[in-house]
């Protein structure tokens, strides 16, 4: 692999980089000395990317850390967190976001800008989940390497380009944390595509404490009982692995080409179900919307659908489910087996209901039904008016009693296909890497 000339595309030049210690410089002096007012802060620090040296050419985001004594109380941790952030950030526009706990965001001077408290506790300790922040900075400011640093550019943006690069729930991908701690064990970019190119299932990056059930555990260096592909999804750890065999397997390839097929089954088979949402945490809203999909795609498998694969979209006003079908419509009848002719009882109960039953040659009593329903609207309809009884998460039913459509075929909206394109569409990735590693 010729990585010296994809490096001009990922690592910073003077300019930018002189522009963002600007910033930080400024930011830092901003969040002191509105934190220097609370005796409950012990520390301010620069986290994440950029204190690491891993940030992306044209894509740096700033977090400041806000280290709090551990004795300070939930409540006031949140409180004064809050404080300080908005009132550091007071002339940028700040807004408040969710993680496992509230954090404020701004801009300035177009770069974002992330103000988050976490507590000051030794290893092993971690009261909030942003604790574990301050020591992973200096754990890879320490450790990587100038080189393996660049490389860590490399692997996000190759990330990036497939889709599966954030550990936010809307993406369930990699962190950048990830990236660097898979960096950090292979020893390189190089190293990463040639090992994950040929992982084996259940294997673990890293020491780990114990076994985990995901397909491959990534383990966090300063905690032996995380596993940070707990929030990678199955298939974003599909992608990468046959993203890393089609790079492995063809010199000329680029990581910064994501090979994606155009639509190849159509819309004909695909179903939407779409309904309003409030101002609640998107965070929140995107896991009920997954948990919600999942839990309708089950019930219509139980109804005689088969599910090719589901998608959520969730934008500032509305919730999109999507289910792609082997076929939107099924038969109206359905033969139903019933049990051998020589366990009586059971038999006479199956034969006293109602439809033609006859014995099939294995000695089975069978009968023929009438389904409830027959086509995936009418199943989805169904479903939506008692969304409990299907699994659906409580905190959406108000949302899906509001007014919840149902949408199928050729009438789903232009606006939907486009942001949904991937799920009609191949992966033409999966095709390249299964014929090569054939060869």
């Known amino acids: 692999m010729n990585t010296g000339d994809w490096l001009k595309e990922v690592v910073p030049d003077d300019a930018q980089t002189e522009a963002n210690r600007k910033t930080a410089g400024h930011v830092m002096r901003l969040v002191s000395k509105e934190a220097g007012k609370y005796p409950d802060v012990v520390g301010v620090e620069l986290g994440g990317s950029y204190a690491k040296g891993t940030w992306l050419a044209g894509e740096t985001d ?125 020893g390189g970019f190089e190293g990463a595509v040639r090992e994950m190119a040929n992982i084996k299932l259940g294997a673990t990056i890293g020491k780990s404490a114990r076994k985990f059930d995901t397909p491959v555990a990534i383990m966090d260096p300063i905690d032996e009982n995380r596993n940070l592909a707990a929030a990678i999804s199955n298939r974003n750890m599909g992608l990468f692995v046959l993203g890393c065999r089609e790079l492995a397997y063809n010199p ?53 659908f088969t599910i090719i694969r589901h998608k959520v979209l969730v934008d500032d006003e509305r919730v999109c489910l999507l289910f792609l079908t082997e076929s939107v419509r099924i038969p109206e009848r359905v033969v139903r087996v019933g049990p051998d002719v020589l366990r009586q009882a059971d038999a006479a109960k199956f034969a006293e209901s109602e439809g033609m039953v006859w014995v099939s040659p294995e000695m089975r009593l069978l009968r023929v039904e009438k389904r409830a329903h027959h086509t995936a609207g009418a199943l989805l309809r169904h479903i939506l008016r008692d969304p409990g009884r299907a699994g659906i998460p409580a905190g959406l039913h108000h949302h899906i009693r509001r007014g919840a459509s149902v949408t199928v075929g050729g009438r789903i909206a232009q606006s939907i296909k486009e942001e949904a394109a991937e799920l009609v569409s191949a992966d033409e990735a999966v095709f390249y890497a299964a014929r090569r590693a054939g060869e």
């Not at 896991?287 to 109804?303: C, V, W």
Request: proline share 3%.
């Open 252 to 304: 000329e390839a680029s990581p910064f080409d994501a090979r994606s097929s155009a639509s190849s089954v159509g819309w004909d088979n695909v179903a939407v179900v779409k309904f309003g949402r409030g101002d609640e945490n998107s965070e929140i809203i995107w896991g009920q919307a997954r948990r919600a999909a999942s839990a309708m795609a089950r019930q219509m498998e139980l109804g005689g």
């Open 62 to 186: 700033i977090d400041v850390f806000v280290k709090f004594g551990r004795g300070v109380p939930d409540e006031r941790f949140r409180r004064v967190s809050r404080e300080i952030g908005f009132d550091s950030m007071v002339d940028y526009n700040p807004g408040e976001r969710y993680a496992d706990h509230p954090y404020v965001e701004a801009a300035v001077d177009g770069t974002v800008v992330n103000v988050v408290p976490c507590y000051d506790v030794e290893l092993g300790e971690w009261k909030s989940a942003a604790d574990r922040s301050p020591h992973h900075t200096r754990l890879m400011r320490e450790r990587l390497t100038e080189n393996q640093r660049n490389d860590v550019r490399l692997l996000k943006r190759f990330l990036k380009v497939r889709g599966i690069y954030g550990a936010q729930i809307a993406v369930q991908g990699f962190s950048g944390y990830a990236a660097e701690v898979i960096i950090l064990h292979f």
